[in-house]
């Protein structure tokens, strides 16, 4: 098990941009697969973005592509969600996870190891 720590979040206006980061710790965290979801109030948790072990393959929602970018820097065992042009209908608490030798899943049902979350909120 890794214990995942986001941070990052705030308040943006719309258009603009902000990078969450989720620090890991625990374990060797080259070998997790990483994804991003996000919760809005009253809704489910949608996936939003996922990265493999390597950094070399990744999946995104259609709703972010082209806006967001998922990345990692595993000698800082941190991942990291760079999000520009932001809409309000991105505001959301955003979570980070985790699975160890996993593939880049679209799934939240994939990962094991979860962070509490950071919010987000886009104001209009």
């Known amino acids: 098990q890794v214990h995942l720590d986001e941070s990052g979040g705030g308040l943006v206006q719309a258009g603009g941009s902000l990078r969450l980061s989720c620090a890991a710790s625990?374990?060797?965290?080259?070998?997790?697969?990483v994804a991003w979801f996000r919760q809005a109030p009253g809704k489910e948790r949608e996936f939003v973005a996922a990265?493999?072990?390597?950094?070399?393959?990744?999946n995104y929602a259609d709703s972010v592509k082209g806006r967001f970018t998922i990345s990692r820097d595993n000698a800082k065992n941190t991942v990291y969600l760079q999000m520009n042009s932001l809409k309000p209908e991105d505001t959301a608490i955003y979570y980070c996870?985790?699975?160890?030798?996993?593939?880049?899943?679209?799934?939240?049902?994939?990962?094991?190891?979860w962070g509490q979350g950071t919010q987000v909120t886009v104001s209009s």
């Open positions: 996870a985790a699975q160890n030798w996993g593939i880049p899943s679209m799934s939240r049902y994939t990962y094991d190891n």
């Open positions: 625990g374990r060797t965290f080259s070998t997790y697969a």
């Open positions: 990265l493999d072990w390597s950094g070399s393959s990744t």
